[in-house]
Nanobody, 128 residues
Framework: EVQLVESGGGLVQAGGSLRLSCAAA?????????IGWFRQAPGREREGVSC??????????YYEGFVKGRFTISRDNAKRMVYLEMNRLKPEDTAVYYC??????????????????WGQGTQVTVSS
């Protein structure tokens, strides 16, 4: 069973930074899963933010345009962790952030329907 736990959310002023973490429980081969970060703001659909393939190399990393240049995704397979470093945060980044796992060794995607396993989410609130 794939279990994911997000942490690191909180309240920050616009322009500030947060680092989200996604911890994968033992019991599955983490190195065979691409990881995506998604977010959902009140009244809005869940949307993809970024994803990282199994190798963690730049060729298997994707950012949506609205976070490109501000957010950085990384993973540590030995620690079974994925991180989302968020800089220059804006009020419109306010949302519940989720990590999700997709069994995919070829690349990564930010299409929510491709992911079967989700964490419980962590709230990020950016004040103006």
């Amino acid at each position: 069973e794939v279990q994911l736990v997000e942490s690191g959310g909180g309240l920050v002023q616009a322009g500030g930074s947060l680092r989200l973490s996604c911890a994968a429980a033992s019991g599955f081969n983490f190195a065979n899963y691409a990881i995506g970060w998604f977010r959902q703001a009140p009244g809005r659909e869940r949307e993809g933010v970024s994803c990282i393939g199994v190798s963690g190399g730049d060729e298997n990393i994707y950012y949506e345009g609205f976070v490109k240049g501000r957010f950085t995704i990384s993973r540590d397979n030995a620690k079974r962790m994925v991180y989302l470093e968020m800089n220059r945060l804006k009020p419109e980044d306010t949302a519940v952030y989720y990590c999700a796992a997709e069994r995919n060794t070829l690349g990564c995607t930010v299409v929510p329907e491709m992911f079967d396993e989700w964490g419980q989410g962590t709230q990020v609130t950016v004040s103006s």
